[in-house]
């Protein structure tokens, strides 16, 4: 079994940050593991502006802002492993991963930094009644099909939730030739930034229907349809208000949680909160010599401040592995 003074998991801003941070702080042995086939997360499917702002004082795409890491961890020779899925985290911290050409293997580390990012709320977890047809996406997977692998989940696009995300996704939509009837949103007020509300429903004129949400969804191969209905302060629809949108495509947008599988089979504490490790001021699980940064800790609306969380536990861990010899 090799041995690393430190193992990250994930190579997304968090993980390349973090490591970046521990070999600036003396750590030699450092394994980034990424179940991708690229370093750079969540960004690389984030093609629009807006990022960087408070690291680099510039405003860049996602892509860009992930390639200043990424040329940062290949310009100080930090190894990584990409394709290659971390499966366990043990409190002696081995880690087992997978890949094509290792199968599945171990590696041992001094520390570990978890980096694996955040997910996506379901619609199984959202309880929308109808049948299960295509063309339910949630808003991630879309971005990912249309700014990465280049294909349209639909025509005629109704959204759920209006989370940066929600509204981000409906203003691509529309820059690539679909029609968005609508955003439904069940609370009285967007969660997203204001100036996301503006550039990207305002400007193209796409209702935001506060105190709304999906009441039925129609069709049994193809998504054909989808009925809102306007909902009470204790979030019940309310008979009598449904209205009724002929579409193809109902992309949920409805909240994103930290990646946790394997920070809870490590036995970490979960803060009941975020869903994410409960850390310490730096960074440290409830774990010896295992932290955490990034949104696998809680969700994060600003790249820029995941990358300073990283720093500081990329030189907490280097902390940690100097003291140990
Ligand atoms: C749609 C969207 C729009 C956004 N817009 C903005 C914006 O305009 N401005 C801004 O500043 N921020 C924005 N953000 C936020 C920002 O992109 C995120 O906060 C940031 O990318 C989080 O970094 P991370 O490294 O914690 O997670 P991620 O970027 O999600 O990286 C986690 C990495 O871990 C890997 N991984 C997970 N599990 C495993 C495993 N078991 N084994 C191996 N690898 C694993 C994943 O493949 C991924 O590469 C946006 C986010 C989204 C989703």
Do not use: W
């Not at 702002?53 to 310009?75: K, N």
């Not at 339910?136 to 099909?145: D, N, P, S």
């Not at 691509?172 to 955003?183: F, I, Q, S, Y």
């Not at 105190?211 to 054909?224: A, C, F, S, Y």
Request: net charge negative; with cysteine; hydrophobic share 40%.
């Amino acid at each position: 079994m090799q041995t690393y003074d430190l193992v990250i998991i994930g190579g997304g801003p968090a993980g390349m940050a973090a490591a970046v941070s521990a070999r600036e702080n003396g750590i030699e042995k450092i394994l980034i593991l990424e179940r991708d086939d690229r370093l750079g997360g969540i960004l690389n499917q984030c093609i629009h502006n807006g990022f960087g702002l408070h690291m680099f004082r510039e405003e860049l795409t996602g892509p860009e802002y992930a390639q200043r890491y990424i040329d940062m961890v290949e310009s100080q020779s930090i190894e990584t492993k990409l394709d290659s899925m971390v499966l366990e985290v043990t409190k002696d911290k081995v880690v087992t991963a997978s890949n094509r050409t290792d199968g599945i293997f171990q590696v041992k580390a001094n520390a570990i930094v978890l980096a694996m990012g955040c997910r996506e709320r379901t619609r199984g977890s959202l309880n929308i009644p109808g049948y299960r047809p295509a063309g339910i996406y949630t808003a991630g997977t879309a971005q990912k099909l249309v700014n990465i692998d280049g294909l349209m989940p639909g025509k005629r696009i109704v959204i759920l939730g209006s989370g940066d995300v929600g509204l981000i996704m409906a203003r691509r939509m529309t820059l690539e030739g679909a029609k968005v009837l609508a955003v439904a949103e069940i609370l009285p007020k967007s969660a997203g930034l204001q100036r996301n509300i503006v550039q990207c429903l305002d400007d193209f004129g796409i209702p935001l229907m506060l105190n709304h949400t999906v009441v039925d969804i129609q069709g049994k191969e193809l998504v054909e349809g989808v009925t809102l209905a306007r909902v009470d302060e204790t979030m019940t629809p309310i008979p009598g208000t449904e209205i009724h949108y002929d579409c193809d495509c109902l992309l949920l947008s409805t909240g994103l949680i930290p990646e946790n599988e394997l920070t809870r089979n490590l036995g970490a504490s979960i803060d009941p909160k975020t869903r994410g490790p409960v850390v310490d001021k730096s960074f440290a699980t409830t774990i010896d010599g295992v932290f955490a940064a990034g949104n696998v800790v809680s969700v994060h609306g600003l790249v820029d401040d995941v990358s300073k969380e990283a720093i500081a536990a990329g030189k907490a861990a280097a902390e940690y592995i100097k003291q140990l010899s």
